[in-house]
């Protein structure tokens, strides 16, 4: 009985332990065929996914920043261009104290306090990851003594980058406008418009003047090098690279010998002055004084001389040229005579005379010259510079007839050039008055206030732009073409070049006898005017128009310039064109408290035709002195400057 049992308990338990070892060998199997599965997914079907992840791993795309377009004048001189430099460049978060790395390292290369400022500024505005400079244009010298103790600071390199300079430092600063650093909110744009793939490895772009608007041009395409590199992320080797594309190369429609000479022109004096082709609507020269250096930004600019600059009461960053709005004074009064003429309230032998005054109502406007010029028609209402021949013509007109038949030649609105933050100052017009007043009867417009406009001043105010760029209309006889700087653009690669802007835009649809009468009586204003004393014994025959204008009001009392501050004098304007004939250049100019347009503006104008026309520099400035028989007198008019 227990031998029976024993052999049942045997044979029990080898059941049990086939049935175990089965369940095992399928576990087994099960786990094989998933792993097996597993390795098909991976390897098979998988295989391109992780192939890439890999690949990714094992290289590194490191970008390569392209070389900017350079600028030149329209006669190849170089106005902006790039070098190649060493720098010596912090990252500051692997640094525990810059401060004291700083200090170490002015024991083995100069760091001036400028190059400590400049470096702070950058940090407040960049990512600590990001390296900053805080020495640029190391010498050989500089760079061997920190190589030899480059150990001793982690975080601290020297690397070569590009350098923009601007060869003639504060000549058409204005124009051509500078780079800076790229910061958040230019980061935030660049990538709105899709452009900051393009932007990678790039440190700096475009900030002002035409480095700015053109900047798209300028920047060019930025390449990349495939490098593969270890676990550690230490490169090995270079796989490929796609070089970078420089950018676009700009040829300027100025004349930099020209501009120069219009700078030097101006001495110590505010003011802005531009010269167009009527032809091309190519710009020659074009003047906003005082100026800056642009040299000062390429690195990051200081806060010591950003406040220089940005606090100074003379706005040398100030574009005056398209952002300084003036009343035009007298050199309103040509167009106002084409108005006149078009529509038909005058003609060019209708006249009126001129007691010296004008009277409407109880309110009294007064002429430049006391006791008035007499019998005056259109031609010597201009010749004369008469103030009283205008103020009935702009009653007679109405501020709408004036204000419809101005937009024409582009007075209040942008002229179009290529530059940023052009202004378009204020035509005046009953409209514009209720948008620009909010009480409705401050917004009420009044047969006064167009009294005033007609010598071009009440509300009347205008960029010195917009004046040039109607000079030329005027000259051209209506034809227009969009102000412009950039004659060409050139292919950095292939030299292409493409013509900026080679067609008009508009032509006026004036009658060809009313611009001759009044381009007639401009060429008076230099042969017996208000400015012939400035162009006596001109080699060619030009035509212009001075202006004076005010910058406060004078309340009826007598204009005094020597009982008054430099900053209260009179604005002086010139607009001229020559030759008369043919015109070859347009131009306008204003002189901010220089007096008298006769005596501180003609003057400049001249030496800068004289350039142009002849190739004669000047030898000495004519010097028109005021109450001389030829200088135009201010107006005694009671309506201020909008400025």
Known sequence: MKLRTELRNREREQYDFQWRLLAALLFVITLFCTLVARFVYLQVIEHQHYQTMAETNRISLVPIPPSRGIITDRNGVVLAHNYSAYTLEITPSKLENIESTINALSEIVEITAKDRRRFKKLADESKDFESLPIRTRLTEVEIAKFAAQSFRFPGVEIKARLFRHYPMGQSASHLIGYIGRINDKDLDTLEQDGRLPNYKGTNHMGKFGLEQSYEAYLHGKTGYEEVETDAGGRAIRSLRQVPATAGNNLRLTIDIQLQQLAEKAFGDNKGALIAIDPATGGVLALVSRPGFDPNLFVDGIDPQSWKELNESPDRPLNNRAIQGTYAPGSTFKPFMAMVALETGKRTAQQGMH?????????????????????????????????DTYYYQLAMDLGIDNISRYMAQFGFGQKSGIDLPGEKIGVLPSQDWKRRAFRKPEAG????????????????????????AHATSILANNGVIFRPHLVGFIEDSATGTQTKVEPKPIAQLPFKPANFDI??????????EGTAARVFRNSEYVSAGKTGTAQVFSLKGEKYNASRISKQLHDNAWFIAFAPAEKPKIALALIVENGGFGAQAAAPIAKIVMDYYLLGKQPTEVVQIHPGSNNAEPQTDGEEVLVD
Do not use: E
């Open 354 to 386: 001129d007691p010296g005054f004008f009277v409407l109502g109880t309110h009294r406007w007064n002429d430049d010259k006391r006791g008035g010029h007499g019998w005056v028609n259109m031609y010597q209402s201009i010749v004369q510079s008469c």
């Open 444 to 467: 009420k417009w009044f047969v006064g206030d167009t009294i005033s406009i007609g010598i071009g001043q009440g509300f009347n105010t205008y960029t010195p732009m917009q004046l």
């Open 518 to 527: 009044v381009k007639a009586a401009m060429v008076g204003v230099n042969k």
